[in-house]
């Protein structure tokens, strides 16, 4: 079973994401916790929500993947955006409880002029002070592009942050396809030396989910814009090896592409036609 789905506006709760998903043809999903700039989060339906959880265990959901703010920055500059990083993601993973046992999504941050050490000193800083030991979600830092001063852009700065957290056992990996693709991983022409040198420096059992995102620009461009599935610089042959890749193929895929639930129902169709069952 291909566990696949997209991103699903989580305006109307967590019963309404679970249905759209079944109606896109997925079995995992992934939504924003709170608009994507950040703001007010809507407090927790307890109903809701357990509705949701017997809809998820009827149509056998995978893990679902839930993203924080791209704007939270845990590794800025200024005290201000820290702090409102780090209150803003534990108040995400108090929610997070009332579905155990999902991932929580993040981009590490964006070091701006302070130099990547100090950034990843900032966010496993920040991670020591919102990690719980009772808490059953795991926080997956996400693989990056390298657009501007982003920390995370190799697999050891990953690493780095990981080793610098006490609860490190909380803690795993989201790659995104398009990022490490633009970041100078070839996972086109050479697939399995990127997980053998993934799991060298970070260690598989860490790889939790995968954003499946083809990618506007070229190999190593540093950019991060995300195309379609097969209309991009990764193409479609690329991505059937990737969604079954014995390593790969029992994780969560989550589409990020340009497209609408039609477009997001036809890859989701698409990629499971090309998954060869086993
Ligand atoms: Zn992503």
Not at 57 to 79: M, R, W
Not at 89 to 108: C, I, K, Q, S, V
Not at 130 to 148: R, S, Y
Request: proline fraction near 3%; charged fraction near 25%; aromatic fraction near 8%.
């Amino acid at each position: 079973m291909l566990n696949i789905g997209s991103h699903i506006s989580s305006s109307k709760g967590y019963y309404a994401m679970g249905k759209q998903a079944v109606k896109l043809g997925a079995n995992t999903f992934a939504f924003f916790t709170r608009n994507p700039r950040g703001g007010k989060a809507k407090e927790i339906d307890e109903a809701d929500v357990a509705k949701y959880l017997e809809l998820a265990q009827e149509q056998d959901f995978a893990k679902i993947v839930a993203h924080a703010p791209y704007t939270l920055n845990g590794c800025s500059a200024d005290e201000g955006l820290r702090k409102f990083a780090k209150d803003t993601m534990a108040d995400d993973l108090r929610r997070m409880e009332y579905t155990p046992g999902n991932y929580y999504n993040f981009h590490p941050g964006s070091h701006v002029k302070q130099g990547v050490e100090i950034g990843i000193d900032y966010i496993a800083q920040m991670l020591n002070e919102i990690l719980k030991p009772e808490q059953n979600t795991i926080v997956l830092l996400e693989t990056m592009a390298g657009k501007g001063s982003e920390v995370g852009r190799t697999f050891e700065e990953l690493k780095e942050i990981i080793d610098k957290v006490e609860l490190s056992d909380k803690l795993g990996v989201c790659l995104d396809t398009c990022h490490v693709w633009d970041a100078g991983y070839d996972i086109v022409n050479d697939l399995d030396g990127v997980i053998t040198h993934f799991d060298s420096v970070i260690g598989l059992d860490r790889l939790r989910a995968i954003h499946l995102n083809d990618s506007q620009n070229p190999f190593e461009s540093h950019k991060d814009r995300h195309a379609k599935i097969g209309e991009g610089s990764i193409g479609i042959e690329a991505f059937g090896r990737i969604i079954n890749h014995p390593a790969l193929c029992g994780l969560p895929f989550v589409l990020e592409t340009p497209n609408d639930d039609e477009g997001w129902a036809k890859e989701i169709a698409m990629l499971r036609e090309m998954f060869i069952q086993n």
